[in-house]
């Protein structure tokens, strides 16, 4: 374990020797406070911040939410010393360097031939600026995307003007290629935004198909690998890997979205597009009076819906990679633990004639939901499941998220629960530490003893 208590102070130092050379200068009396106050105030952030969920404990296995690796917190902290801005290379020539080298990796990782890119400050912004650049390139055309996508596809596409088609989701959460085809057909889509890793079940979308027919009807690939794009590290088809063909089509695609901030281990504030066609900055050409005026290299700022973003997260991310490489060997081995998780416990619900598994998870999130005859009673106990676990002593709360199904869902997984409701809530859980890994036979018992109440 790093400790931050050693390190953070050694970047407090590093930062303030460096700007000791430029002379010390005094704090304005108008920003000085006093200790006292601060120690006051601070007391009460400490305070308020207990409400709130652990999510860096094992037994947290709810939402996609964890605390980021300590190498991040430490790259970020230190670099906030100094507060570089990577919209432009006056901002933070060192950060901005940063970036480019980090945002080469994720390129590599993805075996992209050639790649134009950047660290966004977000997924959704990250997304945002591929379909920009779909609509800039196929004027007039749609955007098609799985209608189990991220919910911000349809959110942009509104915010862009462009006409958003959803496609039929198969009996697995995946795109349907049937239902693609048939909209393909129509010759109205431009765009055609593929999910590695979707954020409610972390079903892959079928890319190597969707990449064939999108080519014959001359419309563009998008590939939201926001969640899953790190998964690329272990796609191997091995028993604690994920499967290869999806992750090895990404070369092939237009644009590409990963979230750092996610399974990079970094805190939040970190994105990242690519675009495999250097091109696409020609889209982005704009003037201002105010920026850019340092060298004629090419500026993030140049190339990015955003304006002004953190140096750090770059100076972050670049550390982490340094420590823990987007290798089968540096990162692969978490996500290999998240991934034999997520299996030894869908082993387990298979198992269980308390709690049934909802499907088999593709990446690290596992669904499931207590066993009962009709949607309405599962809705109920899915509700009281995710209470009662969260309310458990501290030292032994589960804490869980649901997802919202519908009886057709249920029927094409071929559970056999009686449609007395429109949707109903089922338990949805993310594996996304490995520390959690040993801990799901636990996590398991004390699911199913309280499912059985
Ligand atoms: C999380 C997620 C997004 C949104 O990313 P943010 O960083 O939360 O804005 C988009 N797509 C997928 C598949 C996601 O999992």
Redesign the pocket.
């Known amino acids: 374990m790093t400790d931050l208590r050693a390190w953070l102070p050694r970047g407090v130092e590093a930062i303030s020797e460096w700007m000791a050379q430029f002379g010390s200068f005094e704090q304005h009396p108008s920003l000085r406070v006093d200790d006292v106050t601060l120690d006051i105030a601070f007391g009460q952030l400490t305070d308020r911040l207990q409400d709130n969920y652990p999510f860096g404990s094992p037994r947290y296995v709810g939402q ?1 939410l964890k605390p980021p690796h300590d190498v991040a917190v430490l790259g970020y902290l230190t670099a906030m010393l100094i507060n570089p801005n990577n919209h432009a290379l006056d901002g933070g020539p060192a950060t901005a360097a940063m970036e480019k080298e980090v945002v080469a990796r994720l390129a590599e990782m993805f075996a992209l031939p050639q790649h134009l890119g950047h660290l966004t400050s ?4 990250a ?1 945002l600026e591929a379909l920009w650049v779909a609509r800039e390139s196929h004027p007039g055309k749609s955007i098609a995307f799985s209608a189990d ?2 919910y ?1 596809h349809a959110r942009m596409c509104q915010v862009i003007g462009v006409e958003g088609v959803p496609i039929r989701a198969d009996a697995r959460g995946r795109m349907d290629i049937e239902a693609l085809e048939q909209a393909l057909a129509t010759g109205r889509i431009g765009t055609v935004v593929a ?1 590695l ?3 409610g079940l972390g079903a892959l979308d079928p890319l190597p198909e969707i990449v064939d027919l999108a080519r014959a009807h001359g419309a563009r690939v998008h590939v ?1 690998t ?2 899953g794009g790190f998964f690329a590290l272990i796609a191997d088809d091995s028993p604690d890997g994920v499967a290869r063909a999806p992750f090895a089509a990404i070369s092939g695609v237009d644009s590409v ?1 990963v ?1 750092p ?2 399974h990079g281990l970094q805190p939040y504030g970190c ?1 990242a597009v690519l675009f495999s066609d250097p091109g696409v900055g020609r889209f982005y050409v704009h003037d201002s009076p105010y920026t850019y005026f340092s060298s004629d290299e090419l500026h993030l700022g140049e190339i990015s819906l955003e304006c002004s973003r953190a140096g750090a997260a770059a100076a972050a991310l670049w550390l982490t990679l340094e420590v823990i490489p987007l290798t089968d060997a540096g990162l692969g081995q978490a996500l290999r633990a998240n991934r034999r998780g997520a299996l030894a416990w869908h082993r387990l619900l298979d198992e269980s004639d308390a709690l049934t598994a909802y499907q088999a998870p593709e990446l690290d999130i596992v669904t499931y939901f207590p066993t009962r005859p009709t949607l309405s009673e599962v809705d109920a106990a899915s509700a009281r499941l995710f209470v009662d676990a969260a309310a458990l002593p501290p030292d032994k709360q589960v804490h869980l998220a649901t997802y919202s199904v519908r009886p057709a869902a249920l029927a094409a997984r071929g559970h056999e629960v009686v449609a007395d409701a429109d949707a109903g809530r089922i338990m949805r859980s993310t594996v996304m530490k490995p520390e959690s890994a040993d801990a799901i036979p636990e996590i398991h018992a004390r699911l199913e003893e309280l499912a059985r109440t």
């Open positions: 996609m977000s997924g959704t912004t997304n996508a991220h911000t999910t890793g979707t954020t939201d926001a969640y979205v979230d901030h996610k994105g």
